[in-house]
């Protein structure tokens, strides 16, 4: 291809290929930008897991409850427990 004869890329043509390009980047980092937000997500979603006894001990260790709301908190869930199965 010549393109010193004037039969090269029109300013149409030019103008298409610099928007796919910019189309393209703009695609490329949007996948990537999900891809770690899916990943991202997926680890928190094992952590939020948690049994509510740990959750309820990580409270009292934190010591956002007293020993008494622990105790009868925990002894709640248990009932709450042998009454579900």
């Not at 979603?45 to 105790?71: F, K, M, N, P, V």
């Amino acid at each position: 291809m010549h393109y010193w004869d004037g039969y090269g890329p029109s300013m149409w043509g030019m103008a298409v290929m610099a928007v796919s390009t910019v189309l393209f980047w703009a695609l490329i980092i949007v996948a990537i930008i999900a891809l770690v937000r899916y990943l991202g997500r997926s680890g928190r979603g094992e952590q939020s897991t948690a049994s509510a006894e740990q959750i309820l001990a990580e409270r009292y260790a934190r010591g956002e409850i007293d020993d008494e709301e622990y105790r009868r908190r925990l002894q709640a869930l248990s009932e709450h427990g042998r009454r579900k199965t």
